[in-house]
């Protein structure tokens, strides 16, 4: 049984039937398991196995080859699940994962959620409220098509929310420098 296959598809109780905490750290495997979890396709599933492995010690540095990170496999998801993911992406961030990593295909994590178009700014509001929580959030820097994330949403002018946040994030940001 591959533990890494049991995370992307078992519900939470299933992959505790299999998860052996102590294997998993003896093997130095759980930054790697915690990326397959977040990639589990059920939202409740993702989000309650993720926590096992933080609460067990995983780290969230984690990255594929490509440089995709626990933040942009969250926001490359099928179903999204702010309400009961905004605490795990907080949980993510603390844990290591770069709010501001650079995938090769993807940009930003924030890039890929820009992009989620099937949602609304109201729906992504408790991810937004996390991002902009972290004072390191670089909405300027390159990413997906050689813009920013702030250029994206300038550019698809369908995020007008989001826009204004990052208006302002910018704005008290370039204030904090000056003077």
């Known amino acids: 049984m ?3 296959s049991e995370a992307r598809r078992r519900s939470l109780a299933g992959f505790l039937e299999v998860y052996d905490a102590a294997q998993v750290k003896a093997e130095g495997k759980a930054g790697r398991i915690l990326l397959e979890a977040i990639a589990n396709l059920d939202p409740a599933a993702r989000v309650g196995i993720a926590a096992v492995l933080l609460d067990d ?3 969230a540095r984690e990255v594929f080859s490509d440089g ?3 933040l942009h496999v969250m926001f490359g998801q099928v179903r999204l699940a ?3 993911e905004a605490p795990l992406l907080r949980r993510l961030i603390d844990a290591g994962a770069d709010v501001n990593a650079v995938a090769k295909k993807f940009g930003t994590p924030l890039d890929l959620l820009i992009g989620r178009f099937q949602y609304d700014d109201d729906s992504l509001a408790p991810y937004y409220d996390v991002l902009f929580s972290y004072d390191d959030l ?3 820097k390159l990413g997906a098509f050689n813009k920013s994330a702030y250029d994206l949403v300038v550019s698809h002018q369908r ?7 990052m208006e302002q994030h910018l704005r008290n940001h370039s204030s904090r420098g000056q003077g």
Do not use: C, K, S, T
Request: glycine content about 4%; charged content about 25%.
């Open 159 to 165: 995020r007008p929310m989001l826009q204004a946040r």
């Open 82 to 84: 702010p309400e009961i």
């Open 138 to 140: 670089d909405l300027l």
């Open 2 to 4: 591959d533990i890494l």
């Open 68 to 70: 995709v990170n626990p």
């Open 57 to 59: 010690g995983a780290h």
